[in-house]
């Protein structure tokens, strides 16, 4: 055997530092900006183990919200649908519990809820905030809706296009569901679960004041659904809390100061995602100087963890802006700002109105929003 060359013995020991990091017990953190008076909390609130029909044991999913860096999350296991019966005992309040200890250590909020899972009407309805799981235990829905409300539990309606429940993917309301709003029994709904964004319940939201959630609804291990070293990431639901205790988070969602965070988009009230993004965008060159015809360059860094997306609106005399802008998260970007005029001259304030594409404060519609500098126009 021939000697081991120093090349090849650089390469073993990359590989090995590169297999350690690769299992470093890490936290990342999810860089999206705190509102005025408020903490911006990343949390999940739809998550199974194996005490339901979930692939994972309780203290492994505390460690990996808390490893992605949420701060908190609800273990919401089935009341009903328990498949794994024969191997483990159905025992309610046993998930949260496994979870909550390990989540205590870790510094992470672990909210005790349920899934009452039943046929369309009216569904899957998470209740969380339970003080005891086993008291939903009960053959008539409406029962243990009535059995969460007392312990104060926020309830919310899970993935109601679901296709499981309604083949074609569409959502629709049915009088039960007006009938628990009426009785101050459904709090909020899923705007998205999983990857699937519901439109219709994006609108419900708005038009009924009802809470709007984004959930993983995971079953797997979480790296089977989610590539997280390429940037993908579970659904979250963003809570604008005055702290990080579960009393803060429990009357942040009473009160609906939440957003919708999935993949590229963030769905939520114009009040929150406007401040999200003029927190989030730093104008780094405030003064251009722009001669004649010629061109100079705004640019913009983006501090949080989401790419924006901007589409500038209306039109400038002086100046030329580019059809799209796309900010990456974590960069610093380019707009390219062209004159008009050969002869014009002078300093002028600048207010590029422009759409966010990809924050939505309805469905179909873009968050407006404006990026302000100053031009000193110069003859050619």
Request: proline share 7%; aromatic share 8%.
């Amino acid at each position: 055997m021939k000697p081991s060359s120093p090349l090849l013995l650089w390469l073993a020991g990359l590989a090995l530092a590169l297999a350690a990091m690769a299992h470093d017990r890490a936290r990342t953190p999810v860089r999206i900006p705190d509102l005025p008076g408020y903490r911006t909390l990343k949390c999940d609130f739809h998550i199974h183990t194996v005490f339901s029909d979930g692939k994972v044991w309780p203290d492994i999913r505390a460690e990996e919200a808390w490893r992605e860096g949420l701060d908190a999350i609800a273990i919401t296991d089935h009341i009903e649908y328990q498949p794994h019966k024969a191997d483990l005992p159905t025992a309610h309040n046993r998930s949260w519990e496994i979870a909550h200890s390990h989540g205590d250590v870790l510094q992470l909020v672990v909210i005790r809820g349920s899934e009452i899972t039943r046929a369309m009407p009216p569904g899957h309805l998470n209740a969380i905030f339970l003080t005891d799981a086993r008291a939903l235990d009960v053959s008539d829905w409406r029962a243990a809706v009535a059995a969460a409300h007392r312990q104060g539990a926020f309830i919310f309606w899970n993935h109601p296009g679901w296709t499981g429940q309604q083949p074609d993917g569409v959502a629709r309301w049915y009088p039960e569901h007006t009938e628990l709003v009426t009785s101050n029994q459904l709090h909020g709904i899923e705007v998205v679960n999983g990857r699937e964004y519901y439109p219709e319940a994006h609108a419900w939201c708005l038009e009924k004041n009802l809470t709007m959630l984004s959930n993983s609804d995971i079953h797997n291990p979480l790296n089977l659904d989610y590539d997280l070293h390429t940037g993908d990431h579970r659904p979250l639901t963003l809570v604008f809390a005055r702290d990080g205790s579960p009393e803060a988070i429990k009357e942040a969602l009473f009160a609906r100061r939440t957003a919708v965070y999935s993949g590229t988009l963030l769905i939520g009230q114009e009040e929150f995602l406007k401040p999200i993004f003029e927190r989030s965008v730093r104008v780094l060159t405030p003064h251009l100087r722009v001669r004649g015809t010629g061109r100079a360059y705004v640019q913009l860094h983006n501090e949080s963890d989401l790419t924006y997306t901007l589409q500038p609106t209306g039109e400038d005399a002086d100046l030329k802006f580019p059809r799209e802008l796309r900010l990456p998260a974590g960069r610093t970007a380019l707009l390219e700002v062209r004159g008009r005029a050969e002869d014009r001259q002078g300093e002028r304030a600048v207010r590029m109105a422009c759409t966010v594409t990809n924050l939505l404060v309805r469905p179909g519609q873009p968050l407006s929003a404006a990026l302000e500098f100053k031009v000193t126009l110069l003859p050619k």
